[in-house]
T-cell receptor, first 114, second 113 residues
Framework: DQQVKQNSPSLSVQEGRISILNCDYT??????FLWYKKYPAEGPTFLIS?????DKNEDGRFTVFLNKSAKHLSLHIVPSQPGDSAVYFC?????????????FGKGTLLTVNP | EADIYQTPRYLVIGTGKKITLECSQT?????MYWYQQDPGMELHLIHY???????EKGDLSSESTVSRIRTEHFPLTLESARPSHTSQYLC????????????FGQGTRLTVV
């Protein structure tokens, strides 16, 4: 049973436009959410996160929005750049303190066209 | 920049061979993890460790084993590789009870023929 779902396997946008990547989750006990970016043949790198007590977190061109009632979060990238082309993984944390584990979605391949 | 390293990056090996995938980190992190990922699929946690002499099974059953004799080192071993073990293996580490950010190595792409 997949607890973190990224229903769009791929997304293509034009350079300079907004990219919106979506993520849905089923477990209401998740208390922290993270986005990771992964280039081919490399490991994921942390991008941005949000606590369940917030509904928005912004870092430069990246903003994550959380809608707890809908169990939905989204990552906005604006303006999109060709270097943003990568696979983006949504991850959710369950548990507190030292016992947490991250549950990942399947990822969305973002392609930003020049 | 994350200081976590995995070797080898790529490995092609015959069925029945014993292999060890190496993972080392220089950040002094107590928690370390092994994830397995197939193309287009999510990362599945197969092993994790809270610190020296601690090893736990993850969410996905795996025939591999791990050890944690030193804080910085978390190797993964397959006693007898099979084609079903073909996958990408990602090692990660994080602070114990600290931020929730996990730092990943570059991964090992394993192919068993």
């Amino acid at each position: 049973d997949q607890q973190v779902k990224q229903n769009s396997p791929s997304l293509s946008v034009q350079e300079g436009r907004i990219s919106i990547l979506n993520c849905d989750y089923t477990n209401s006990m998740f208390d922290y959410f993270l986005w990771y970016k992964k280039y081919p043949a490399e490991g994921p790198t942390f991008l941005i996160s949000i606590s369940s007590i917030k509904d928005k977190n912004e870092d430069g061109r990246f903003t994550v929005f959380l809608n707890k009632s809908a169990k939905h979060l989204s990552l906005h990238i604006v303006p999109s750049q060709p270097g943003d082309s990568a696979v983006y993984f949504c991850a959710a944390k369950l548990g507190g303190g030292s016992n947490y584990k991250l549950t990942f979605g399947k990822g969305t391949l973002l392609t930003v066209n020049p | 920049e994350a200081d976590i390293y995995q070797t080898p990056r790529y490995l092609v090996i015959g069925t029945g061979k014993k292999i060890t995938l190496e993972c080392s980190q220089t950040m002094g992190h107590d928690k370390m993890y092994w994830y397995q990922q197939d193309p287009g699929m999510e990362l599945h946690l197969i092993h994790y460790s809270y610190g020296v002499n601690s090893t736990e099974k993850g969410d996905l059953s795996s025939e591999s084993t791990v050890s944690r004799i030193r804080t910085e080192h978390f190797p993964l071993t397959l006693e007898s590789a099979r084609p079903s073990h073909t996958s990408q293996y990602l090692c990660a580490s994080s602070e114990l009870g600290g931020t929730d950010e996990a730092f990943f190595g570059q991964g090992t792409r394993l192919t068993v023929v």
